[in-house]
């Protein structure tokens, strides 16, 4: 899997997100911040950098609690579908 996430300086989630999860940020070709992001659960994550030979990228993603990932990267992995599902059940859940 031709993954590449990194660890930015200037963005750093808050307590809640750190707790619900990690937070991922998406960056676009030109590598400029898409302004989407969204907290998956660490299960996720894990299963993703394991299969990757990058261990100390997944300590240091686990440790700051985000990551960033290319558009390529989040729409190959679905995290555009799981955001349209989970608003599914949302909206299913308010009836
Ligand atoms: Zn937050």
Same mark, same amino acid.
């Given at each position: 899997?031709?993954?590449?996430?990194?660890?930015?300086?200037?963005?750093?989630?808050?307590?809640?997100?750190?707790?619900?999860?990690?937070?991922?940020?998406?960056?676009?070709?030109? &590598? !400029?911040?898409?302004? %989407?992001?969204?907290? =998956?659960?660490? @299960?996720?994550?894990?299963?993703? /950098?394991?299969?990757?030979?990058?261990?100390?990228?997944? &300590? !240091?993603?686990?440790? %700051?609690?985000?990551? =960033?990932?290319? @558009?390529?990267?989040?729409?190959? /992995?679905?995290?555009?579908?799981?955001?349209?599902?989970?608003?599914?059940?949302?909206?299913?859940?308010?009836?």
């Amino acid at each position: 899997m031709p993954l590449e996430a990194w660890i930015p300086g200037d963005f750093d989630p808050c307590d809640t997100c750190k707790e619900q999860g990690i937070a991922i940020l998406e960056v676009g070709a030109d &590598d !400029k911040p898409t302004r %989407k992001a969204w907290v =998956v659960r660490e @299960e996720f994550i894990k299963n993703v /950098l394991d299969g990757s030979s990058n261990k100390e990228l997944l &300590d !240091k993603v686990l440790k %700051k609690r985000m990551c =960033v990932m290319p @558009e390529d990267v989040t729409k190959m /992995l679905g995290i555009h579908d799981m955001v349209a599902e989970n608003k599914q059940e949302a909206q299913e859940g308010e009836k």
